[in-house]
């Protein structure tokens, strides 16, 4: 299995009357266990051996928790002496992996066998492959939308009338290391405004819906689906 990145910098700003002030957001409590200890649980699962943690706000709280290492994944770390964005985070990332490699939101959980999205992405031959849903109901995601041979046309911006408009960007990539020199020059940006967008024809990026469950901790009405979510795996 390739290295998967986990982009776990956020402080969850909209989160701290629930988790506090002092709790980064990958680090909010599930079930007695912090959110992002159940997304590495998960990977390992899959067979992921090699995990990047990009970190800044509270990044002593994730070290000191997991260490260097969990179960049989080695964790590595990235630390964002200020903040990068996505894409800056995932350019510095590419530089150090050095091969292709999985990213995942440090705020999200998807329900998605990673060793098909590799697969999907290999037989393409795809730069890059964006993991999608269709589980979701809710207007505040944008949307991906799809020409009839899975290739990203177009990245829809959330509104109240979207529900005929394309899958749900699920916050997992497939990332080629391809796709390093397509990365702007400056240190801070975010990958699906400054990078995605702007390189969708330059760059073979395909979407794939194959995430069967979505679960995001980004607001407090959510983290509070994810409780109930998670307390009924036990």
Known sequence: MIPVLILAGGAGTRLRNVIGDDTPKPMANISDK?????????????????????????????????????????????????????????????????????????????LVNLESLIEL???????????????????????????????????????????????????VYFVSHKIKDHFPKEKKFSFEKDFLEINLKELNIRGLCIVEDFIDIGVPEDYFKCLDFFNRKK
Not at 57 to 85: A, C, M, N, Q, R
Not at 123 to 147: F, M
């Open 34 to 110: 912090p959110f992002l200890w159940w997304l590495i649980s998960y990977l390992e699962k899959q067979g992921v051996r090699e995990v990047y943690l990009s970190v800044g706000y509270k990044k002593e709280k994730i070290i000191d928790f997991f260490g260097s290492k969990y179960k049989s994944v080695i964790i590595k770390y990235i630390i964002e002496e200020e903040p990068l964005g996505t894409g800056g985070a995932i350019k510095v990332a590419a530089d150090l992996i050095g091969e292709d490699f999985i990213v995942i939101n440090g705020d999200t959980f998807s």
């Open 121 to 171: 992405s290999m037989q393409t031959q795809a730069d890059l492959s964006i993991a999608l849903t269709k589980c979701l109901p809710e207007t505040r995601y944008g949307k991906v939308k799809l020409d009839s041979q899975g290739n990203v046309t177009s990245f829809i911006e959330k509104s109240e009338n979207q529900s005929d408009l394309g899958c749900i960007n699920a916050g």
